[in-house]
């Protein structure tokens, strides 16, 4: 069966510090990848998402990057924090296709002081 | 960009009664899919509906893929504490891409 893992599961970082989050996904291969940010327990904002290795596409500008070194492996990162960083962050892994089934990891929570 | 309007944005129920909450769209949908997470978690898919009309049942849940392909709806039954959370609906737009489109959220809670 598929897993999908985070980490950190928690991370506090100060303003203008650098952010890497990893998320590995067990059991399939070739799956799509996403990153999602939710602010205050409600929507969730898709930031990026990645259909293959190195290809990554771009949702919402912002001072977050992502990459995928791997197949199986999706980091987001930035280099320079900013307090409106802090949230949950989900990654989330589908088989692949137009529309398929999306199943989500537990969760980054980030606190950016 | 596509949108989901969901409803209601929170309910507040006593323990055994029943929750209807749905989704609509301006847009046709090929899939339904209807999510719940708990605090501090990931949200963990409940039901997934891919053909229109089609009823589904998991449990005390059960939801519809609208006839018209731009709703669908999401029943709780004899509702417990633990059904207490955040219910999402995604769906995916006919001639989208890999993108789903959610909805913002129900937040339930339960008194027990």
């Known amino acids: 069966s598929q897993t999908i893992h985070q980490w950190p599961a928690t991370l506090v970082q100060p303003v203008g510090s650098p952010l890497s989050l990893e998320c590995t996904v067990e059991?399939?291969?070739?799956?799509?990848l996403y990153w999602y940010r939710q602010a205050a327990g409600r929507g969730l904002q898709l930031l990026f998402y990645s259909v293959g290795i190195g290809q990554i596409s771009s949702e919402v500008p912002q001072n977050l990057s992502a990459s995928r070194p791997q197949d199986r492996q999706f980091i987001l990162s930035s280099k320079k924090l900013l307090l409106s960083d802090s949230g949950f962050y989900l990654c989330a892994w589908s088989s692949g296709g137009v529309g398929d089934t999306q199943y989500f990891g537990p969760g980054t929570r980030l606190t950016v002081l | 960009g596509q949108q989901l309007n969901q409803s209601p944005q929170s309910m507040f129920i006593q323990e055994g009664e029943d929750v209807s909450m749905n989704c609509t769209s301006s847009?046709?949908?090929?899939?339904w899919l209807w999510y719940k997470q708990d605090p501090g978690e990931g949200p963990v898919l409940l039901i997934a509906l891919y053909k229109a009309g089609e009823l589904t049942s998991n449990g005390r849940l059960t939801a519809q893929f609208g006839i018209t392909r731009k709703d669908s709806f999401l029943n709780i039954s004899a509702s417990i504490p633990s059904d207490v959370g955040i219910y999402f609906c995604?769906?995916?737009?006919?001639?989208?891409?890999?993108?789903?489109?959610f909805g913002k959220g129900m937040k339930l809670t339960v008194n027990p």
């Open positions: 847009s046709i949908f090929n899939t």
């Open positions: 059991g399939t291969s070739n799956p799509n």
């Open positions: 995604a769906g995916a737009v006919r001639g989208g891409s890999e993108k789903l489109v």
